[in-house]
């Protein structure tokens, strides 16, 4: 088994961290929330809704998952956003470029959004696909998030302004981020942390560091104490 004994609720528009070693369950955790596998017992409810009972096309309409390993096809900026999302306007494009405060990236490029996205194009950075990523997520205006080590292979040129994009972008939504850098979830309303298979502790950054336990050691580790 990857999880079990696993137990908690969050409200609406909250941030949850989830953190823990490599291979603890991390991944599987969000995953089951957006349906990719079903649990073999016990239930996961949105909206008091057992997710097995929603629509699929629905529940994943309401979700909205960012990866560290974006999937962009070799074509236009704004082609890319119009992926399953035909409304997609160069002006609500460029609002939520603005939005995220990412206008200037835009402007930058050569040909704006009609930029094509190319292996060869070195104008664009890893960490800029990744906003471009998050842009066409939020676009679709999923109601959850799911940032799965979303900034764990970006630049440091971009790095700042793919976190204050996510910082953003969470605002209003009930988001769930799988971090590698502590310094990117001191602010969550909950944060999760799973080691041997389930969850070892829960609470706030202070909560946890109060705890002395091994999100303690963890942080310990970070700051170099």
Known sequence: KVLSDVNFSVKAGQTIAVVGPTGAGKTTFVNLIARLYDADNGHIYIDHEDIRNWDLDTLRQ?????????????????????????KVTEDTAL??????????????LPNGLNTIISTENTDISAGQKQIIALARILLRDPKILILDEATARVDTKSEKMLQKAISIACKGKTTFIIAHRLSTIFNADQIILIKDNTILEKGTHTELLNLKGFYYEMYSRFVGK
């Not at 990412?102 to 402007?107: D, T």
């Open 62 to 86: 309401n979700i909205g998952y960012l990866i560290q390993d974006t999937f962009l096809f070799e074509d236009t900026i704004l082609n890319n956003l119009k992926y399953n999302n035909k």
């Open 95 to 108: 609002k939520m470029f603005k939005t995220l405060g990412a206008e200037s990236f835009i402007q930058s």
